[in-house]
């Protein structure tokens, strides 16, 4: 299984929107809805902020969404924040048990 | 509430294997799968492989098959991830995640470790 693919980079000033996309094959993304979302800030863990494509845990503010559309998901973050900068990963369903990761994006707040 | 907490930074020297640990808490221990996920320096995350700490059962990915073991200890509510023959590109921060209905939901603090000579 190879890794999703997300662009390696995006900007936005503070106000705008951006979205970050993450294409995968009909085996991952295009087969399940349990594509999840990422965000690290540098030297810490990753925390869920988007799961089940569209869902939202408790405590992300509702700037952040997700969406899917066949094989590619994306993340919206509007209102952007300076707090926003960090690197963002897609993460997918696999099948049996399996989970495929993005390579990456990081968001640079201007 | 969940809490995973890994192990201490491991130092091994090129062929070595090395134990990470990731104790659990704040859920009941045998009702989620546990996964781990590596991330290399400067790199992005990559997923190594899941455990079922109900019956034990394991799925790895392909690359790292024949080279990691993944076990658990349900006194302790303690799930381990044994890498072997490590080679300077196994250099990378490892993390544990709760997985939850295909998902991840909680993460470890994550775990450095360094192969070098």
């Known amino acids: 299984q190879s890794a999703l693919t997300q662009p390696r980079s995006v900007s936005g000033s503070p106000g705008q929107s951006v979205t970050i996309s993450c294409t995968g094959t009909?085996?991952?993304?295009?087969?399940?809805?349990?594509v999840s979302w990422h965000q690290q800030h540098p030297g810490k863990a990753p925390k869920v902020i988007i799961y089940?494509?569209?869902k939202r845990p408790s405590g992300v503010p509702d700037r952040f969404s997700g969406s899917k559309s066949g094989n590619t998901a994306s993340l919206t973050i509007s209102g952007l924040q300076a707090e926003d900068e960090a690197d963002y990963y897609c993460?997918?369903?696999?099948?049996?048990?399996?989970?495929?990761f993005g390579g990456g994006t990081k968001l640079t707040v201007l | 509430q969940v809490q995973l907490v890994q192990s201490g930074a491991e130092v091994k020297k090129p062929g070595a294997s090395v134990k990470v640990s990731c104790k659990a808490s704040?859920?009941?221990?045998?009702?989620?799968?546990m996964h781990w996920v590596r991330q290399a320096p400067g790199q992005g995350l990559e997923w190594v492989g899941v455990?079922?700490?109900?019956?034990?059962?394991?799925k790895y990915a392909q690359r790292f098959q024949g080279r990691v073991t993944m076990t658990r200890d349900t006194s302790t509510s303690t799930v381990y991830m044994d890498l072997s023959s490590l080679r300077s590109e196994d250099t990378a921060v490892y993390y544990c995640?709760?997985?939850?209905?295909?998902?991840?939901?909680?993460w470890g603090q994550g775990t450095l470790v360094t192969v070098s000579s």
């Open positions: 995640a709760r997985g939850r209905e295909n998902r991840l939901d909680y």
């Open positions: 704040g859920y009941t221990f045998t009702n989620n799968h």
């Open positions: 455990i079922n700490p109900s019956g034990g059962g394991t």
């Open positions: 009909s085996s991952d993304v295009g087969s399940y809805d349990y």
């Open positions: 089940d494509v569209t």
């Open positions: 993460c997918s369903y696999g099948g049996w048990y399996t989970l495929i």
